[in-house]
């Protein structure tokens, strides 16, 4: 099978090389992918969101399944476009279309949704410059903190925590009178904060039958102790110990069957990755968002468990045929550590030249997916963006996985590298 993968961070490296093990993988083409992609597949110089161009590398190259990474080629409505085209409709495009990635693409249309659906989360409205004053008054009525999120994709950085009513409102006039994230925030959902422990849940559909892929926790802010900035993150451990099974029924009868048959009865076609973004509130699951897509450094935590092969179930997906699908997850333990450039996530240098990657631990021991990297004109690897090399250790236990993780990480470096060195410890706290 020939295969295209839209994207260039780790997610889709993480992809590339479960796509690639897989005997029915006969051509694996990465657009525009990494250093990391270039070593195990052909890289091909195309944007994600250059539909015209991607159309016409898939005629030429004969491409059967087109495998979508990252969100916004889905938002901009890719799997739309092809079943537009007589020549490509019947290519199998692994990602929902324009509509059910509303569910990432506005927090107003996936609010509505799980309320109409009786799906758990924080109670909200959303507000425009139009009703701002309404949305001023609103915030006097909550509780803070209060969490104001942009409707539209925001490079995730549209989500914020006020502390108090005043900066709430602050932070609305900015956002709605302003344009502090520009389109993204011409509708403001306006919500009431969640106190509890976040995980991710993971579901592949073909938009009938599901399957849940592992589940993990991730590490948004910069500092250690999870202090700082927000980045798209530094870390992500799977499987989650207080994800035990009573938990994660919860999960799957409260909130994946409710999503997957409420999109049935919307007649939304769904095939692709849903992720769902989860707080646990005293045992409880509520939704914090979705995702239409697999998550990033989630992604390179969760692969690594799947034992079944990874393009037999993208496979199974595209053609409708997940519940003859057996998947099967290794008992053990990833966690992934995120290299980035110094001064991430704001101003950070690139094209400096990485040491140290021929220096790796057996796979039964560590991962080293590449993000922003690439090759320059000497063929040196070089860092291409802020967040640079994901390293996943896996061990049985979760303390194993963590020190061949951070085993691992201690072979590579740059000119100026950070990394958290904190990552997994909340939970082995837990477990104490």
């Given at each position: 099978m020939n295969i295209l993968l839209l994207g260039s961070g780790g997610r889709e490296h993480a992809f590339a090389w479960k796509i690639v093990n897989s005997p029915k993988c006969s051509n694996l083409y990465v657009a525009p992918g990494n250093a990391g992609t270039a070593a195990i597949a052909e890289n091909v110089n195309i944007a994600v969101s250059d539909f015209d161009g991607i159309s016409r590398f898939v005629e030429e190259k004969n491409i059967e399944m087109v495998v979508v990474g990252p969100e916004e080629p889905l938002v901009k409505g890719i799997v739309d476009f092809f079943q537009s085209k007589e020549t490509?409709?019947?290519?199998?495009?692994?990602?929902?279309?324009?509509?059910?990635?509303?569910?990432?693409?506005?927090?107003?249309?996936?609010?509505?949704?799980?309320?109409?659906?009786?799906?758990?989360?924080?109670?909200?409205?959303?507000?425009?410059?139009?009703?701002?004053?309404?949305?001023?008054?609103?915030?006097?009525?909550?509780?803070?903190?209060?969490?104001?999120?942009?409707?539209?994709?925001?490079?995730?950085?549209?989500?914020?925590?006020?502390?108090?009513?005043?900066?709430?409102?602050?932070?609305?006039?900015?956002?709605?009178?302003?344009?502090?994230?520009?389109?993204?925030?011409?509708?403001?959902?306006?919500?009431?904060?969640?106190?509890?422990?976040?995980?991710?849940?993971?579901?592949?559909?073909?938009?009938?039958?599901?399957r849940i892929l592992p589940e993990a926790k991730d590490y948004k802010r910069i500092g250690e102790q999870d202090t700082g900035l927000n980045t798209g993150g530094m870390g992500a451990i799977s499987p989650v110990p207080f994800a035990d099974q009573d938990f994660l029924n919860k999960v799957e009868t409260r909130i994946v069957i409710p999503t997957i048959k409420g999109l049935e009865q919307e007649n939304i076609p769904y095939t692709g990755f849903l992720f769902i973004g989860l707080m646990?509130?005293?045992?409880?699951?509520?939704?914090?968002?979705?995702?239409?897509?697999?998550?990033?450094?989630?992604?390179?935590?969760v692969l690594p468990r799947i034992k079944s092969d990874f393009l037999e179930l993208l496979f199974a997906m595209g053609t409708q045929q997940l519940h003859a699908y057996p998947l099967e997850i290794h008992e053990y333990c990833a966690s992934t550590i995120v290299m980035v450039a110094g001064g991430y996530p704001e101003d950070y240098k690139k094209g400096d030249v990485i040491l140290g990657l021929e220096n790796k631990l057996p796979e039964s021991q560590a991962l080293v997916f590449h993000a922003g990297t690439q090759l320059s004109s000497s063929k040196d690897v070089i860092t291409n963006g802020g967040r640079v090399i994901s390293i996943t250790g896996i061990g049985q236990k979760l303390e194993e996985a963590l020190m061949n993780a951070y085993s691992q990480v201690s072979n590579i470096n740059w000119n100026v590298v950070y990394f958290r060195k904190d990552i997994g410890q909340d939970l082995l706290n837990l477990k104490k």
């Open positions: 490509l409709k019947n290519i199998l495009i692994i990602g929902p279309g324009k509509v059910g990635a509303q569910l990432e693409g506005s927090k107003d249309f996936s609010k509505k949704f799980m309320d109409k659906y009786g799906i758990p989360t924080a109670g909200s409205q959303t507000f425009t410059k139009d009703t701002i004053q309404k949305g001023l008054e609103y915030i006097d009525y909550q509780e803070a903190p209060i969490v104001l999120k942009a409707d539209g994709l925001a490079a995730g950085k549209g989500v914020l925590i006020c502390q108090t009513h005043e900066e709430a409102k602050a932070s609305l006039k900015e956002m709605l009178l302003e344009s502090k994230f520009g389109a993204a925030s011409e509708k403001v959902v306006i919500e009431q904060f969640l106190s509890g422990i976040e995980l991710s849940v993971f579901v592949a559909t073909d938009g009938h039958h599901y646990n509130v005293n045992g409880d699951p509520y939704v914090i968002e979705y995702n239409v897509r697999m998550g990033d450094p989630e992604t390179q935590a």
